[in-house]
């Protein structure tokens, strides 16, 4: 799952957002899948939190680490979200959050 202001500054930079699957069960970012996009041009991974939800934190940062990657959580719906006892925002490099109703 995610909201068009997610992709919208990766567009504005210049660069290319790639969409990879959710899980079924939390619809957030499948680390699996993540993992298999990851190209020589990857620069972040940006998993979206859903509904209190937080995406696989410790399978992202560990891709993330592998890669030399950058972590931009956004954090729109997970205001209070936590991932083993850190708030939503706070594992990544930037988190994002928003008023998104």
């Known amino acids: 799952?995610?909201?068009e202001a997610t992709a919208a500054p990766v567009l504005k930079l210049g660069a290319i957002p790639?969409?990879?699957d959710v899980l079924a069960d939390t619809y957030c970012l499948?680390?699996?899948a993540a993992a298999a996009a990851v190209t020589?041009?990857?620069r972040?991974?940006?998993p979206v939190h859903l509904a209190l939800?937080?995406?696989d934190m410790d399978a992202l940062t560990a891709l993330a680490a592998?890669?030399?990657l950058k972590i931009i959580e956004d954090c729109a719906h997970a205001h209070g979200a936590r991932?083993?006892?850190q708030g939503a925002g706070s594992i990544g490099d930037i988190g994002s959050f928003s008023m998104q109703t």
Do not use: K, L
Request: glycine share 4%.
């Open 1 to 3: 799952y995610t909201f």
């Open 18 to 20: 790639v969409f990879v």
């Open 30 to 32: 499948d680390p699996a």
């Open 40 to 42: 020589s041009r990857t």
């Open 44 to 46: 972040a991974i940006i």
């Open 53 to 55: 939800n937080m995406a």
């Open 66 to 68: 592998q890669h030399g």
């Open 83 to 85: 991932w083993r006892d």
